[in-house]
């Protein structure tokens, strides 16, 4: 496989590599929780074994969608930005949703269909009994139609996304509002939204924007200060012991996690300045990874599922069940990654070429 047909493609043409490694942070947190998750059901013995618990999160995977939204948040704010602050090229808003629908929209609809069809041809599940769901995570509606459930029926991590799109859509508004402030009245703004918002207890009754528009914001606040001080900022290794002491608290999600935006917060802002914790996260196979999250987040869950289901159960391959967990993690590993990268190369990576759908060579849309 050429390794070059599993990096993104950007509009720009221009990738913020160190952001891509936190993307894989995000993406290594949230599946390596759900492998734990389903393996404390599948095989509840390992429960005797709690010092390992740190590993895999304690099987918390929230801190992973903490940092996808604070990346989110990061990343749709710059533009903005540089047109509101920096008096740069003005953002289109019509060229700003045309962008995610065409990029975001054709992979989403096609690992809903392809879910749709297992849990129904392939599963133990009706049609009639599914269907509802399935439309309502078609139009990012789940948790509002179905408020009742915690999690999108056809694929539970679907509900990030669903929260994603709302703040696709209020992000030029939200932009709008902020950015038009000076410089220090919306980064006070923004600081009492990421410290206060929380506290406030808004609610729409299902999970919304509303319960995570800090994280978001969060992001926002990391984008105003990158812009002005990633030249006036020296690098050094202080940022790197931060960074990593960092890494490793937020990463067990569980102890200090009411401190969850300011870890993300300095994830986000100081990796440009370490050294090392850069590099590692600028290291090829860790950023292009990380640019196949999309991919890989939405069908993590389900290949994890299934395989336990059909493969895993009852299966042992040592006496010692750390060793059996560890193969066990090992081969999922290697299953997700192959099955997500021949989704990237074939659905996902052909969305992020402009204006795709006018291409007549299919060998220049899906191999260049």
Known sequence: MNIHLLERVTSSGKIIKYIDGLRFVALANAFICHFFANHLVNFPEIKEYSYIFPLFANGIGHPGVYLFFGISGFILSLPFIKQYVYEGKKVSI?????????????????????????????????????????????????????????????????????????????APLLSLVIFKLPKW???????????????????????????????????????????????????????????????????????????YLLYVFILLFFTQFSILWKKLMEFRPVYIIGGMCYTIYMLHHKIIYMFFGMFFKGKEFFGDPIYNLFTRLIIISIITFLISAVFFIFVERPTMKKQWWKYRDLKKLFFE
């Open 94 to 170: 019509k060229d700003y949703f045309l962008r995610r629908l065409t990029r975001l929209e054709p992979p989403y609809i096609v690992q809903l269909v392809l879910f749709l069809f297992i849990s129904t041809v392939l599963g133990n599940k009706s049609i009639q009994e599914i269907f509802p769901n399935f439309l309502a995570s078609l139009f990012y509606v789940h948790k509002i139609v179905f408020s009742e459930d915690r999690y999108p029926l056809i694929n539970i991590v679907l509900w990030t996304l669903e929260i994603e799109v709302q703040f696709y859509i209020l």
């Open 185 to 259: 009245v919306r980064r006070a703004l923004m600081f009492g939204i990421v410290a206060f918002w929380p506290l406030l207890g808004i609610d729409a009754g299902f999970h919304s924007i509303l319960n995570y528009l800090h994280c978001f914001i969060n992001g926002f606040l990391v984008a105003d200060l990158s812009l002005e001080y990633s030249n006036k900022i020296k690098s050094s290794y202080v940022f790197d012991i931060l960074c990593v002491i960092t890494f490793v608290i937020f990463w067990q999600g569980n102890v200090w996690m009411e401190f």
